[in-house]
């Protein structure tokens, strides 16, 4: 069997399962039916099959060292690149700079293209349609998986199969009828959204349908730049992409695409709380629980609890998420309608379309415990041997009190060193730096005091992770 190159497709944001799914922390990041994230269920799905090469993980710059973060959490991960778009535009863009990205580093390859917010349950069937798939490729096609439908989904794209391994057409996603129909005649599966190709056919098939986007991208990766395990596709050549599919820019038009049926694979790409009440375990009455949950007479629900305890009485078919600053309660039927209220809070500028109360950065992250217009506390983490960037305030004052660990601060033209139940003060308009230099998380309370407490008043002078102003 040929050398298989992992292309981890870690964009997005999964807006139908918010409150837990945000902008800066989106569904590939979350735990949703185990104590692993999205990302890192991929990641030890693709480390089964033989002959693996180190992954290529494709992610947005705002992602990068969460996604950093959780891969280094994971056994046996110590090679592997990131790469950085500097924006979004689709999932054959992303595919192409990282075919680009590869280029040269091995001979007689095969890259595998798979989301990193899907799910699949069945091992063994997956590595031996990964081993059909690569076969197929070697035969000169551009190869996408087709699952055995199930139900009548409507939030899936379909795929007509035609003789053998040949596809007859794709389908958008259908409404109700035309999903039974699909359901019925036997000949339609789900677009799973994974892709296994050489190099040499998906350059000449993309030069001969895409040739604008293909070129974009190998002058995105020819002028990109390395940082540590980033790379960082260059943003002019990215910008002038087309926003498009992978589907659309190339799977429609070509006549080297194929297909590989994958039966009782156990797939989901999890679009919605009702497509992970499907697949998760339940109890005896149809519920599906997750955290600090109380149920009375309660049937075929979904109730997730992140931080407090909540009880139900007397519910049916219901979809209850709670986070620390967010509760969602809906029918589990309209469970893709979420998208409207994402769409609301984002078009009305809302904390809550971006951000959870704890925040992640690359230094470890924060909680915010209170906020009023003129002050906010904060807990903040920040991991062994990390610092904060030397940085300033225009319009706040800063209390910072050691809870654990030891702080070295640079504050003024001061540096000191504080240890449990020690404080310091920083004026307004004071250079100050946070540091962590032992070997247990630092862990402060941080008071915040001003007429104006945004994350955006934030003048940087130095930081290690190449953040700026």
């Known amino acids: 069997m040929k050398k298989i190159q992992p292309v981890i497709l870690a964009g997005g944001v999964g807006s139908r399962l918010w409150p837990l799914s945000r902008e800066l922390y989106p569904k590939q990041l979350l735990q949703l039916t185990d104590n692993t994230s999205l990302l890192q269920t991929t990641l030890l799905r693709v480390s089964q099959l033989p002959d693996i090469l180190p992954p290529v993980v494709v992610v947005g710059e705002e ?35 990282a075919v680009h990205f590869c ?38 096609y551009v190869v996408t998986f087709g699952v055995k439908p199930t139900s009548p989904e409507t939030g899936y794209g379909y795929i007509e199969g035609g003789d053998g391994q040949r596809i007859q057409s794709f389908k958008e996603k259908p409404g ?47 002028r990109g ?22 589907d659309y820019a190339l799977m429609e038009k070509s006549d080297k695409v194929a297909m590989v049926v994958a039966e009782n694979l156990g797939w989901s790409d999890i679009g919605s709380w009702q497509a992970l009440w499907d697949i998760l375990d339940k109890d005896n009455s149809g519920n599906v629980t997750q955290g600090n949950v109380l149920l009375e007479d309660t049937e075929n629900c979904l109730v997730r609890a992140e931080e407090m305890l909540i009880a139900t009485v007397g519910l049916e078919d219901t979809l209850v998420v709670e986070t620390a600053d967010a509760l969602l309660v809906a029918p589990l039927s309209r469970s893709q309608d979420v998208k409207k209220i994402v769409t609301r809070l984002k078009k009305e500028r809302r904390k809550e379309f971006s951000f959870h109360r704890t925040v992640y950065r690359p230094w470890g992250s924060y909680t915010v415990l209170e906020e009023s217009p003129r002050f906010q506390i904060k807990r903040i983490t920040v991991s062994p041997g990390a610092k ?40 307004v308009g004071t250079r100050h730096r946070l540091e962590n230099p032992g070997v247990i998380d630092l862990e402060l309370i941080e008071v915040q005091i001003g007429s104006y407490l945004g994350e955006d008043d934030i003048v940087r002078f130095e930081d290690v992770y190449g953040r700026q102003e």
Request: glycine fraction near 6%; aromatic fraction near 10%.
């Open 63 to 97: 992602h990068r060292f969460i996604t950093r973060k959780q891969i280094d959490e994971l056994d046996g991960y110590n090679e592997y690149t990131i790469l950085l778009e500097p924006m979004g535009r689709n999932t054959a863009p992303a595919i192409c700079g």
């Open 103 to 140: 280029n040269g580093m091995e001979e007689d390859i095969v890259f595998l293209v798979l989301p990193a917010d899907h799910v699949v349950m069945n091992q063994n069937i997956f590595n031996d349609a990964v081993e059909r798939a690569v076969l197929l490729a070697d035969e000169g």
């Open 176 to 222: 109700i009828e035309l999903a039974r129909k699909y359901l019925e005649e036997g000949s339609y599966f789900w677009n799973s959204g994974m892709f296994a190709f050489s190099e040499a056919t998906f350059a000449s098939e993309m030069e001969k349908h895409g040739p604008e986007m293909y070129g974009c991208m190998a002058e995105a990766v020819e």
């Open 225 to 246: 730049e390395v940082d540590d395990r980033f790379f960082r596709f260059e943003k002019n050549a990215m910008g002038r992409c087309p926003a498009d599919s992978i």
């Open 388 to 427: 904060l960037s030397l940085q300033m305030h225009h319009h706040r004052y800063e209390h910072w009190v050691v809870v654990t660990g030891t702080a070295k601060v640079v504050n003024g033209d001061r540096e000191i060193l504080l240890h449990e139940n020690e404080s310091t003060y920083i004026p």
